[in-house]
């Protein structure tokens, strides 16, 4: 039983250790207007584990902090999707 329970405090120890704050850039389409760039904005902070967005009408990039073991790209690429603007990691 001890060794089963220490088993388990090691795999989530482990997945804890992997888990972290990640940056990553993405390509938006679709904004045509400075309006755009909140509405971007708006919708990825809504992500949960999303820690700061900061979205940029010159070059149509998003560069997006957050938790990478709350959420991941695909829920961030669909939020933007989902708010009219699709989005891809720009690299």
């Known amino acids: 039983m001890i060794r089963l329970?220490?088993?388990?405090?090691?795999?989530?120890?482990?997945?804890m250790a992997f888990a972290g704050e990640r940056t990553v850039t993405l390509a938006v389409e679709n904004m045509y207007c400075a309006a755009c760039p909140i509405?971007?904005?708006e919708s990825l902070e809504r992500v949960?584990?999303?820690i700061k967005a900061e979205v940029f009408y010159r070059g149509g990039t998003a560069v997006v902090i957050y938790d990478d073991?709350?959420?991941?790209?695909?829920?961030?690429t669909a939020a933007t999707a989902n708010a009219g603007y699709p989005s891809a990691p720009k690299g």
Do not use: C, N, Y
């Open 5 to 15: 329970l220490a088993f388990g405090f090691g795999l989530l120890a482990s997945s």
């Open 69 to 76: 073991s709350k959420t991941d790209m695909t829920a961030l």
């Open 39 to 41: 509405i971007v904005r």
């Open 48 to 50: 949960p584990g999303v």
